[in-house]
């Protein structure tokens, strides 16, 4: 990311928007808008190969692997307002699992992007079925929408769950049970 390219057009902005980019309280704006937007957008430069480096272990299990209130923060594609939650993601191993630090690891690279989270849901799932070999995946994530809180329709209570099943977790509705229950979501 060119730091001065995003500092020229959000002073830009500013100026758009009426406001003195000069002004005391502006005048570091722009270079703190492109830090910030760097951190929010570190996933693009993340390799999920990288990230997971090597943390697949041989473990000779077929149980459920859950990791459940995973912190989640993005920005919305839509808007660039931010969306806020957690996210759940089990697995069933099949022969491999996964160093338990790197499914949050894997949530943080998808979520530091411009997102929809219909989207982020699917690219765990994914991402965790494909790289384990897992017999199944269940991911479900549940996020407050600051374009949905602070503008629109502005409800600020509305909190949006999206889930991506696959492998047993699609095809076994008591494996589907098992991990929503183990997840706190009612089951069917």
């Known amino acids: 990311m060119n730091h001065r390219n995003v500092e020229r ?3 830009e902005l500013l100026i758009e928007l009426g406001e003195n980019p000069d002004r005391e309280g502006l005048a570091r704006t722009p270079a703190r808008v492109a830090a910030s937007l760097e951190f929010l957008t570190s996933g693009y430069r993340l390799d999920v ?3 997971v480096n090597q943390a697949i272990f041989s473990q000779e299990t077929n149980n459920m692997v859950v990791a459940r209130d995973i912190e989640l ?6 808007h660039l307002l931010p969306f806020f939650g957690v996210c ?4 069933t191993a099949k022969g491999r699992v996964f160093g338990l630090s790197k499914l949050a690891r894997l949530a943080n690279l998808y979520a530091r992007r411009l997102q929809q989270q219909e989207r982020l849901t699917d690219q765990l799932a994914r991402t965790v079925f494909d790289t384990i070999g897992a017999q199944g995946v269940g991911v479900v994530v549940e996020a407050h929408h600051l374009c949905q809180m602070m503008r629109g ?3 600020q209570g509305a909190v949006v ?4 099943m696959l492998g047993s977790f ?3 509705p008591a494996t589907r049970a098992e991990f929503l229950s183990l997840t706190g979501r009612p089951g069917p």
């Open 170 to 172: 699609r095809d076994s």
């Open 9 to 11: 057009i959000v002073r």
């Open 161 to 164: 769950v999206t889930s991506s």
């Open 73 to 78: 923060y993005s920005l919305c594609e839509e």
């Open 88 to 91: 759940h993601i089990g697995y």
């Open 153 to 155: 329709v502005e409800n």
């Open 49 to 51: 190969d990288r990230l």
